[in-house]
């Protein structure tokens, strides 16, 4: 931690004392006072927030100004329970517009740019983060919102949309279409990006080649301004993020340890600036690590990696934390596998097993497919584990989002 990072903390911790009932209640219950906290040391005392919390603020309970101060809120989706309702300031929707500026110029995008945006507007903070933003920079933005691909691609030959925002599922949806429809040649687009959930490879290179453009991937969420507040640049080795804005630790998330830099594990925000609803270490549940090599583009703003999944979908095998985004990344580096694997734990003679169950490509004949797969898993993740290579087609398929994991082990 900087000492201007921690001065911009010391600073938070006074006014969400002074102002946010969540946290002088949170606080209050910790035994903490403003005060207690003289060093970064003390900083790591400070217990983490949850969504869940957050859930029981409904709904302006981490109001941390006068109400009259809020120009907008935005709202985190709610699958169960209340939604999180995030108040924000002016001050905030600039800081936020500023953040997102910062992402398009990372990304090479100028005011010469014409911005297709598809990210739906309204409670939720993608669209108008991307409209702010392009606004900012001085692009001209062509706000469609999500759907409609008839008049999305209408659009986008007839303004010759050079930049396309989007989810990579509808980013796929799209270059699907062009390719179907043959107007690859009437389209304009040398830029997507991306804000989504984890995307693999495959994936990747469809909509890469399917439209021609470079990608960027593009992070953020709701409770901490939403999506803008990390990118890659050209030079895609990880996303840059605005320290000035914000503190970015990296926790064990069975732990809570905060991790060294160049570990994986789970992202905690603080919010150095944040006035409506300033949020003090904020488990994302998303995993990544905090990149410790300088990109070679120069920018001092450090780096994360790409989010190789969520706390949820993370086991624990022999004292190890394993997610299926590493294994992805391992196994698409193995000639003749394809993409379907299923990890199979158990616990035989007192000790864990981890089996990975792995479809061989159609044309595969390899025999030495187990062996090089337990090396890499050796190597990479630092565990000994059995491989059981299957015919193609012999894993489930799924419409929906595929169960990788199967845990037999007794809880
Ligand atoms: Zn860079």
Not at 167 to 183: H, Q
Request: hydrophobic share 35%; glycine share 8%.
């Amino acid at each position: 931690m900087r000492s201007e990072q921690f001065a911009s903390i010391k600073a938070l911790l006074e006014r969400v004392f002074a102002n946010s009932p969540f946290y002088r209640r949170k606080f209050g219950e910790a035994g903490l006072t403003a005060e207690s906290i003289k060093s970064p040391e003390d900083f790591l005392k400070i217990p983490y927030s949850d969504k869940e919390e957050l859930r029981l603020a409904y709904p302006l309970g981490l109001l941390s100004v006068d109400q009259d101060e809020i120009i907008r809120i935005h709202s985190s989706s709610g699958t169960t329970g209340s939604p999180v309702i995030i108040p924000y300031t002016r001050q905030d929707v600039e800081d936020w517009t500023e953040m997102f500026a910062r992402c398009y110029e990372i990304a090479g995008i100028t005011k010469k740019d014409v911005i297709q945006i598809t990210p739906g507007y309204g409670l939720w903070t993608a669209g108008i983060g991307f409209q702010a933003g392009a606004e900012k920079l001085g692009a001209m933005a062509v706000p469609m919102g999500p759907g409609n691909t008839e008049k999305q691609l209408q659009m986008m030959i007839d303004l010759k949309s050079t930049v396309l925002c989007a989810t990579s599922s509808y980013a796929l949806l799209l270059s699907e279409e062009v390719e179907r429809r043959g107007i690859k040649d009437k389209i304009h687009l040398k830029k997507g990006v991306i804000g989504s959930e984890r995307w693999g490879d495959l994936m990747r290179k469809r909509i890469r080649e399917g439209l021609d453009i470079e990608l960027f991937d593009i992070y953020g969420l709701t409770e901490i301004y939403g999506p803008g507040i990390a990118i890659d640049c050209e030079h895609h080795k990880g996303m840059h993020f605005f320290d000035d804005f914000l503190y970015f630790e990296i926790i064990d998330c069975n732990t809570g340890e905060v991790l060294p830099d160049g570990e994986f594990g789970e992202l905690v925000v603080t919010t150095l600036r944040k006035e409506g609803a300033p949020l003090v270490r904020y488990r994302t549940h998303d995993l990544t690590r905090i990149i410790p090599e300088k990109c070679p583009c120069g920018r001092s703003y450090p780096m994360i990696d790409r989010i190789i999944g969520r706390t949820d979908d993370m086991v624990k095998v022999k004292g190890v934390n394993i997610y299926p985004g590493q294994v992805d990344s391992i196994l698409k580096d193995i000639p003749g596998v394809s993409s379907e694997y299923q990890i199979v734990i158990d616990h035989r003679n007192g000790k864990d097993t981890l089996t990975l169950r792995v479809e061989k490509e159609p044309d595969c004949d390899r025999s030495d497919l187990d062996s090089m797969i337990m090396d890499c898993f050796k190597k990479k993740i630092g565990i000994k584990i059995h491989v059981e290579p299957v015919a193609f087609g012999q894993l489930p398929r799924s419409e929906k989002k595929s169960k990788r994991v199967l845990d037999y082990r007794v809880k």
